[in-house]
């Protein structure tokens, strides 16, 4: 299946782009690179993409502007955020922009292959779910059915809260009732749930 895959990669630094393309290339998948955010937006209008790997600095737009506007234009497309000057706050910012995923650098080879399957795994699951059915057959209020989208989406409580500026035992207390409306008693049975509607 991962020869059916398209990737496009932005990233300002030459070594680093032909690095990622192809480390990606090697593993089966479709890869295009782009020197920056401006170029992968053109990419992105001229060529469907399942996924775009960005660097969170680049000229002209930055992986936060090229992320906004992949969201906005492009909802499908999965996009994963990667830096070599992490802070808490452009995680904060990437993952509230709905990125599926940010890792820093430098990382090992297999960490990002196993980091871009996961993602892509991810996407998949995702798009096969209806939430809208899914908050009806359960009964959950309009913030429940927001937590269990951050839920399936793989991230902590922790991150869940950060994402909907809520505390995290809000997100607990919140949890607890999505598990007793669906009736099951951990995230993993949840998600089964789900995947079963």
């Known amino acids: ?49 399942q996924m775009v790997i960005t660097d ?11 992320l906004a506007r992949i969201r906005e234009d492009y909802p499908r497309v999965g996009v994963m955020v990667i830096t070599g000057y992490p802070s808490l706050d452009s995680s904060i910012q990437s993952l509230r922009g709905e990125a599926f995923d940010y890792i820093v650098k430098p990382f090992d080879v297999d960490y990002l292959k196993l980091r871009v399957a996961n993602c892509l795994e991810r996407m998949r699951s995702q798009g096969e779910v209806d939430f809208e059915r899914v908050a ?7 913030r429940e ?24 035992g809000t997100v607990k207390i919140h949890l607890e009732h999505v598990f007793r409306k669906a009736g099951v008693k951990s995230r993993t049975a949840l998600l089964a749930r789900i995947r079963d509607l």
């Not at 192809?22 to 992968?40: F, K, M, P, S």
């Not at 969170?56 to 090229?66: A, I, N, S, Y």
Request: hydrophobic share 35%; glycine share 8%; proline share 3%.
């Open 1 to 49: 299946m991962t020869e059916q895959v398209r990737i496009l990669i932005a990233e300002d630094d030459p070594q680093d782009l032909e690095n990622l393309v192809t480390i990606l290339q090697n593993e089966g998948y479709l890869v295009d690179g782009a020197r920056n955010g401006e170029e992968a937006l053109q990419r992105l209008r001229e060529n469907p993409y």
């Open 56 to 66: 969170l600095r680049m000229p002209k737009q930055d992986g936060l502007e090229v």
């Open 136 to 142: 009806q057959t359960f009964g959950l209020t309009g």
């Open 145 to 168: 059915i927001e937590v269990v989208q951050n839920l399936y989406q793989g991230l902590s409580n922790a991150e869940i809260a950060s994402n909907l500026k809520i505390s995290e």
